[in-house]
């Protein structure tokens, strides 16, 4: 089946610091990837996506690349902010199979330190 | 357009009594799903909509659960009997069906309580 498996948190850091949040998947054929983010008290929203091998999502100086040969769609950031203080999901949407719901990895929280 | 709308945004209830939840989507858009999202987990799906037609359930989705879309806009979430085991955060999400550029828009949940 559709899965998505990321690294646990919290994963505390100090502000400027490099941010890694690994992400792999199992699914049937190549689905699409996305990175969420959601705020204190707010809903989830799309952070960046991949729809196909070697594609890159960036957005907020985030960034993911879509690794078919490892599975895998790590989160990525050069310098945190503390504003980038949140719980991101990593999730996966089957294109031809699965049907049509978004699977979601059980999130992992950043805190980030001024 | 003021984004996806979930009502209420808590619900404290008594286990076995019966609750609604209503989700109005950004209004152009025909996809429309139900998800719950417990503490520490990802959302984990429960069913969705293509307009009024309700094209998939999670066995997640037991009898006490039923969802509708009468119009293709607004939907609603009704739990029968509820359990303890039910208390979660009920997320509704919407979108316009993009094939493989699919994004979804969340409301901010309702959390439900069952004591």
């Known amino acids: 089946g559709n899965s998505v498996t990321q690294m646990e948190g919290p994963v505390t850091l100090s502000e400027e610091a490099f941010l890694t949040i690994n992400c792999t998947y199992t699914?049937?054929?190549?689905?699409?990837l996305f990175w969420y983010v959601q705020y204190p008290g707010e809903g989830l929203q799309l952070l960046l996506k991949a729809t196909k091998a070697d594609d890159k999502g960036s957005n907020k100086g985030f960034e993911a690349t879509y690794r078919k040969e490892t599975t895998s769609f790590h989160l990525e950031k050069g310098s945190v902010q503390v504003s980038d203080s949140a719980v991101y999901f990593c999730a996966l949407r089957p294109k031809n199979t699965g049907g049509f719901k978004t699977i979601f990895g059980a999130g992992t929280r950043l805190f980030v330190k001024a | 357009d003021t984004g996806v709308s979930q009502n209420p945004r808590h619900k404290i209830t008594k286990r076995g009594q019966n609750v609604t939840f209503r989700c109005d989507p950004i209004s152009e858009h025909n996809r429309l799903y139900w998800y719950r999202q417990t503490l520490g987990q990802g959302p984990e799906f429960l069913t969705y909509?293509?307009?009024?037609?309700?094209?998939?359930k999670s066995r997640l989705l037991s009898d006490r659960f039923s969802a509708e879309r009468p119009k293709g806009s607004f939907s609603t979430l009704e739990i029968q009997r509820t359990e303890q085991g039910d208390s979660a955060m009920y997320l509704c999400a919407s979108s316009l069906s993009r094939g493989s550029n699919e994004k979804l828009f969340f409301g901010s949940g309702t959390q439900l309580s069952v004591l």
């Open positions: 909509f293509q307009n009024e037609a309700q094209l998939e």
């Open positions: 699914a049937t054929g190549y689905p699409s």
